[in-house]
């Protein structure tokens, strides 16, 4: 059993940390060694030489209350030097003086312990300096002109669109009175039928210049990958931010597109439970990002009937809206195909300077049998190569008359 657990103020930081380094102890952050446990050479790293490693990471909510004491208790047993100093954010104080009883003797105050008194430094709280466009800073005008767009930019999904929108309108309300941060939809259903396009809809009818914040779990099914998603400790090795944090910096719109979400693992499931109740991303560097209006959108593939085997019930209740998006109808994309010809053509006569009539489409309705195709993806697939097979066919005939235009000679070189 190790002694000592040194907890420290959040305001006392980087006065802990000038402590240790001009002591010349390293510090670590135990989500370093938690990334990969399998990965023994990095315990044996810390075999010698003097260390400081920061527990907080456990306390951080990213774990499930039940599993913090078994995995204290496997990785503490890992660390072979016990020259070790463990610290910890002494927000966490009750939480892991319980849950951590079998793997320290005593939890002190650092400064009690070192008989000093740190400097207080203000607290630091970074929400994003970002304005994000949100459906909850919308006037009621506002909101009903973003969803006529919405409806028009995606194909089929009625039943989805009509639920959407009455979620959405209770959320504006709610959210106003503090009682509901974050809307939450998971759609589940078979590849290229429009569930990611819902969030790429979203971002451009809430007028998204920038990127949208997309996250794919598929990268994070690791058992320990969270550090990778919220970041590694501050001012640790490693420290640096979190997918996550980058990607909802780096975006205009109030809109988070977790794509694969079922191949995540608990401990991702729990940090999600904890965003969709608090409206807040805590990083493990204890900074805060306020995401109070914005739509998080969970895809995944899974067949529904995994849905309950795949997904904890505290999650699945969670999600405000859970849908699952079946195939088109004909008749949807068939529009689909009228909407992709159309800014083809437009793009095209832009770019070579050209004139071909929009009155095309019908040809390429006709030409497309969208019956014999279930994903998006390939009527798209389809509709490039017969509207390449319409130009040449458009060239070859303008060539035959002796009106080969210099433009057009340069496509067909
Ligand atoms: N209902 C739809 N309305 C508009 N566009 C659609 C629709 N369904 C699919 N598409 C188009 O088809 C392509 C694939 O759709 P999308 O990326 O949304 O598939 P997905 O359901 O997320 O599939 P996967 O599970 O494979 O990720 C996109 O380029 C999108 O523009
Ligand atoms: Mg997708």
Do not use: W
């Not at 810390?46 to 909510?61: E, K, N, R």
């Not at 849908?323 to 992709?340: A, I, M, W």
């Amino acid at each position: 059993m190790n002694k000592q657990l040194l907890f420290y103020g959040q305001a006392e930081f980087e006065s802990t940390k000038t402590l240790f380094h001009s002591l010349g102890y390293e510090m670590i952050s135990l989500s370093f060694f938690l990334d990969d446990v399998k990965d023994l050479s990095k315990f044996t790293l810390c075999q010698h030489g003097v260390y400081v490693i920061d527990v907080s990471v456990l306390g951080g909510g990213y774990y499930n209350i039940n599993a913090i004491q078994s995995i204290g208790e496997s990785i503490f047993r890992l660390f072979q030097n016990k020259e070790i100093i463990y610290i910890c954010d002494d927000k966490y104080f009750d939480k892991l003086r319980y849950e951590l009883r079998y793997c320290f003797e005593n939890f002190i105050d650092i400064k009690d312990k070192y008989n000093i008194s740190f400097e207080a430094l203000p607290t630091p709280v970074i929400i994003t300096d970002k304005q994000h466009s949100k459906i909850t800073d919308f006037t009621t005008e506002e909101f009903e002109v973003f969803f006529k767009s919405f409806r028009e930019s995606l194909y089929g999904h009625e039943k989805f669109k009509d639920d959407f929108y009455e979620i959405a309108k209770s959320f504006r309300l709610f959210n106003k009175i503090g009682e509901h941060k974050v809307l939450s939809l998971f759609l589940l259903g078979e590849s290229g039928v429009g569930k990611t396009e819902v969030a790429r809809a979203l971002y451009k009818c809430l007028g998204g210049k920038e990127n949208l914040a997309k996250v794919n779990f598929g990268n994070y099914s690791n058992e320990f990958s969270l550090s990778s998603l919220i970041g590694s400790a501050r001012g640790y090795i490693g420290s640096e931010d979190g997918e996550i944090f980058i990607r909802v910096r780096n975006t205009d719109v109030g809109v988070i597109l977790i794509d694969e979400f079922e191949k995540s693992n608990a401990t991702l499931f729990n940090f999600f439970l904890d965003v969709l109740e608090s409206g807040k991303m805590v990083s493990s560097q204890a900074l805060e990002i306020d995401i109070n209006g914005f739509i998080i959108i969970f895809t995944s593939n899974i067949p529904k009937e995994d849905f309950p085997v795949r997904i904890s019930p505290e999650l699945r209740s969670r999600f405000d809206y859970k849908g699952h998006f079946t195939r088109l109808s004909n008749q949807d994309k068939r529009k689909y195909v009228e909407y992709r010809i159309n800014s083809i053509i437009k793009k095209y006569n832009e770019h070579y300077n050209e004139s071909l009539e929009t009155d095309v489409v019908n040809y390429f309705i006709r030409t497309i049998p969208v019956d014999k195709y279930e994903n998006m993806r390939d009527i798209n697939k389809k509709i490039k190569m017969e509207f390449v097979k319409y130009i040449e066919n458009v060239k070859s005939s303008q060539q035959n008359k002796g009106i080969l235009t210099p433009n057009v000679l340069n496509i067909l070189l």
